[in-house]
Nanobody
């Protein structure tokens, strides 16, 4: 069955960095684009970044451009989100998502940016 497992979240001070990972299984990983989303308390889930099947094309929300980098390793069936210059407003649960015949989501990983 399709599984997405996020990891790498935690507590970090403003200006710090974290790298999130999304390990995928149960489908041909290299055939699908993957996205990272986030959801802050009391807010709707929002798209953060997307990477194409090959990793050659990426897109970012304006709020994270220049600070976050999405990448993938198809040999490891894993997508990454490198987050630099973190701000308190980046605090959220981060999810990865893939669309096969329907959308699949991971369980999420908490990122808290606070001093």
């Amino acid at each position: 069955q399709v599984q997405l497992v996020e990891s790498g979240g935690g507590l970090v001070q403003p200006g710090g960095s974290l790298r999130l990972s999304c390990a995928a299984s149960g489908f041909i990983f290299s055939s699908y684009g993957v996205s990272w989303y986030r959801q802050a308390p009391g807010k709707e889930r929002e798209l953060v970044a997307t990477v194409s099947r090959s990793g050659g094309s990426t897109n970012y929300a304006d709020s994270v451009k220049g600070r976050f980098t999405i990448s993938r390793d198809n040999a490891k069936n894993t997508v990454y989100l490198q987050m630099n210059s973190l701000k308190p407003e980046d605090t959220a649960v981060y999810y990865c998502k893939v669309i096969l015949f329907r959308a699949y989501w991971g369980q999420g990983t908490q990122v808290t940016v606070s001093s």
